[in-house]
């Protein structure tokens, strides 16, 4: 399986302020994601990139920016938190296995004050 | 719109078996996924399906049938480890997946 790390694993930051979340993994897949869940949700994409500096928004970016400019690292950045980003945050490449399933890291809390 | 239905909680007891259903509406179909998340954790992933049928693996099975947009991830056996959410997602036309927000399930002794 994958090697995925995120860090930091968890935060507390005020609102207004930047928020940079790292995913790093050591296999070099090709297509990474960052998601959010939420109580009474399912996991949504934010955004997911396909290659270096190939990123693409999911169904809830608004307030969101990627970076991608290493195969391993994919970067989640909030320019300027809201409470309303208070969440955990999930990383995930999708495997080479025929399902393409998904691996995630182990998750980053977010708290927005 | 694309929507996943899944119930919210079920609660079964150790040694029993119990069936978590998931109804679909889609743009498209790519194959099913079920994932295991237990609490606090990351999801991880259970089973595939992307034709009609039952797909076994020791003691979980998934059931897909596409043309009523139902599957289900039947647990057997249970033990008190399968105390989790089990989340159900759709891989649409364009090949992204659909969540669902997961059932929470509580194992008794």
């Known amino acids: 399986d994958a090697g995925i790390t995120q860090s930091p694993r968890h935060k507390v930051t005020e609102t207004g302020t930047p928020v940079t979340l790292r995913c790093h993994q050591t296999?070099?897949?090709?297509?990474m994601y960052w998601y959010r869940q939420d109580p009474g949700h399912g996991l949504r994409l934010i955004h997911y990139s396909y290659g270096v500096k190939d990123t693409d928004k999911g169904e809830v970016s608004d307030g969101y920016s990627v970076s991608r400019s290493k195969t391993e690292d994919f970067l989640l950045t909030l320019e300027s938190a809201t409470s309303s980003q208070t969440s955990v945050y999930f990383c995930?490449?999708?495997?080479?296995?025929?399902?393409?399933?998904?691996?995630f890291g182990e998750g980053s809390r977010l708290t927005v004050l | 719109g694309q929507n996943i239905d899944q119930p919210t909680e079920m609660t079964a007891t150790e040694g029993a078996i119990v069936q978590i259903n998931c109804t679909y509406q889609t743009s498209g179909f790519n194959g099913l996924f079920w994932y295991q998340q237990h609490a606090g954790e990351a999801p991880t992933f259970l089973s595939y399906n992307v034709l009609d049928g039952l797909e076994e693996k020791g003691r979980f099975s998934s059931f897909l049938s596409r043309s009523k947009g139902y599957s289900y991830l039947l647990l057997k056996e249970l033990q008190m480890k399968d105390s989790a959410s089990y989340l159900c997602?759709?891989?649409?036309?364009?090949?992204?997946?659909?969540w669902g927000a997961g059932t929470k399930l509580i194992i008794k002794p």
């Open positions: 296999e070099n897949h090709r297509y």
């Open positions: 995930a490449i999708r495997t080479d296995r025929e399902a393409g399933e998904l691996f």
């Open positions: 997602a759709v891989k649409d036309s364009n090949y992204q997946l659909i």
